[in-house]
């Protein structure tokens, strides 16, 4: 006979029932949706139709003038995958060479005029409503505009005004809307975009929570504030869950610091200090994490192209052992390396990962018993190495014996759980 009543667990449940709701509503884990490997930046009024075809074409010349797509593997430290990584790098360079489009109106613009910038602004929307009618803009697509700081505020604002009021009048916003907020110091500048987005929502006639975006984490007051807190993991729950992502800004939060420039980099030790902080505090959230960029562009002398490549295709697999799963890139050249390091990263733990999934849906190895938390985040990497094309389809239901809906469904099971009850 039990000793606790029905009552005893109705007062467990009552006492407990805020850490429910937290849970439930704080900490939904990630959506299942598709995450880019890459945000790409450019000037915002370099922007148009073409850019995605002719950055496509710049980074397959660049891998011509190297030799091509084996010999560039090789470059990189990857010829032991080289025969199998160049058909799929040189498909997704034909098909889709940019993952995330970013028309910066901030740091790559620059200071102009307010009429110049006002013309950009509505330029910009106008044709990323034009790209995505025409098939040829990228799945994610958006603006990082000026920053919240007193200096750029009303500026920053401005533009991102006629930004979403020209988008919206030509019609439904892209799915892959992507807004970035720049070099955000306190949550506070937050929840103020909070509010502009409730704003525009309301006056543009948009469904209440469609506006997301990014917060760009490049100053180390978001690390540790003056009170000693922690205002990173703060401003996620202040955000009305309107924030999709965090990407560190490497150069910006490196000069906060006085890191001299020489030594600026993704793999300095308080880059990692910040990046790990930033991955504690989104945990479970289902906000999305982006490393930063390299400055080392792969362009000029051959010595320096070589290097930089392997720099390049260095840190991005860094990033990604490291739970990173996106990173910045800035010029066409860096889009070969981000695909032959990405991919290359996914495949060499596929068999492994896929032999453990089998093994854990089937039951077929006595040698391997993984637990749930396991299962889900190796399904979780097939997933991804599936969204990005490392891996094939066929490739994955053959190793792992399932559907990719079935290991979506592992990966993500509060996801899962969500559907049903809806």
């Given amino acids: 006979?039990?000793?606790?009543?029905?009552?005893?667990?109705?007062?467990?449940?009552?006492?407990?029932?805020?850490?429910?709701?937290?849970?439930?509503?704080?900490?939904?884990?990630?959506?299942?949706?598709?995450?880019?490997?890459?945000?790409?930046?450019?000037?915002?009024?370099?922007?148009?139709?073409?850019?995605?075809?002719?950055?496509?074409?710049?980074?397959?010349?660049?891998?011509?003038?190297?030799?091509?797509?084996?010999?560039?593997?090789?470059?990189?430290?990857?010829?032991?995958?080289?025969?199998?990584?160049?058909?799929?790098?040189?498909?997704?360079?034909?098909?889709?060479?940019?993952?995330d489009l970013r028309l910066d109106f901030e740091d790559g613009y620059g200071a102009r005029p307010d009429a110049e910038e006002d013309a950009d602004a509505v330029l910009a929307a106008e044709r990323v409503a034009a790209a995505v009618a025409a098939g040829v803009a990228p799945a994610f697509i958006g603006i990082r505009f000026k920053c919240f700081e007193e200096p750029t505020r009303h500026r920053g604002i401005r533009t991102l005004d006629l930004f979403l009021t020209t988008l919206a009048g030509v019609g439904p916003l892209p799915d892959?809307?992507?807004?970035?907020?720049?070099?955000?110091?306190?949550?506070?500048?937050?929840?103020?975009?909070?509010?502009?987005?409730?704003?525009?929502?309301?006056?543009?006639?948009?469904?209440?929570?469609?506006?997301?975006?990014?917060?760009?984490?490049?100053?180390?007051?978001?690390?540790?504030?003056?009170?000693?807190?922690?205002?990173?993991?703060?401003?996620?729950?202040?955000?009305?869950?309107?924030?999709?992502?965090?990407?560190?800004?490497?150069?910006?939060?490196?000069?906060?610091?006085?890191i001299a420039a020489a030594h600026q980099s993704m793999e300095h030790p308080a880059a990692d200090y910040a990046k790990q902080v930033m991955q504690v505090a989104v945990a479970e959230t289902g906000v999305r994490l982006s490393d930063g960029s390299t400055n080392v562009i792969p362009v000029g002398d051959p010595d320096h192209v070589r290097d930089a490549w392997k720099l390049h295709a260095r840190l991005v697999r860094r990033s990604l052992e490291r739970g990173y799963y996106q990173g910045w890139d800035l010029h066409a050249a860096q889009l070969p390396t981000r695909y032959l390091a990405t991919y290359a990263f996914y495949r060499e733990g596929f068999a492994a990962a896929a032999r453990r999934l089998d093994a854990y849906l089937h039951g077929d190895d006595a040698t391997i018993m993984d637990e749930p938390a396991t299962a889900r985040a190796l399904a979780r990497f097939v997933v991804r190495g599936l969204g990005c094309g490392a891996i094939t389809a066929s490739e994955a239901v053959e190793a792992t014996g399932a559907e990719p809906a079935e290991l979506i469904h592992l990966a993500h099971p509060k996801l899962v759980t969500a559907d049903k009850e809806a």
């Fill in 1 to 99: 006979m039990a000793t606790l009543t029905a009552a005893d667990l109705a007062a467990v449940d009552t006492r407990l029932a805020g850490t429910d709701t937290l849970l439930s509503t704080e900490y939904p884990g990630d959506d299942g949706t598709r995450q880019p490997v890459h945000t790409l930046y450019v000037p915002a009024d370099r922007f148009d139709l073409e850019l995605s075809a002719t950055f496509g074409a710049a980074a397959a010349q660049a891998v011509a003038e190297a030799g091509g797509t084996v010999a560039l593997a090789h470059t990189v430290g990857l010829g032991h995958l080289a025969e199998e990584l160049a058909p799929l790098v040189d498909a997704k360079l034909a098909a889709e060479p940019i993952e």
């Fill in 176 to 258: 892959g809307l992507v807004l970035t907020l720049p070099k955000v110091t306190t949550v506070e500048q937050v929840e103020a975009m909070v509010a502009l987005c409730e704003v525009f929502e309301e006056r543009l006639g948009l469904p209440a929570g469609r506006l997301r975006f990014e917060v760009q984490m490049e100053t180390p007051q978001l690390i540790i504030a003056a009170d000693g807190s922690v205002p990173v993991a703060t401003l996620l729950h202040r955000a009305q869950h309107r924030v999709s992502a965090l990407h560190y800004g490497t150069y910006d939060y490196s000069a906060s610091l006085q």
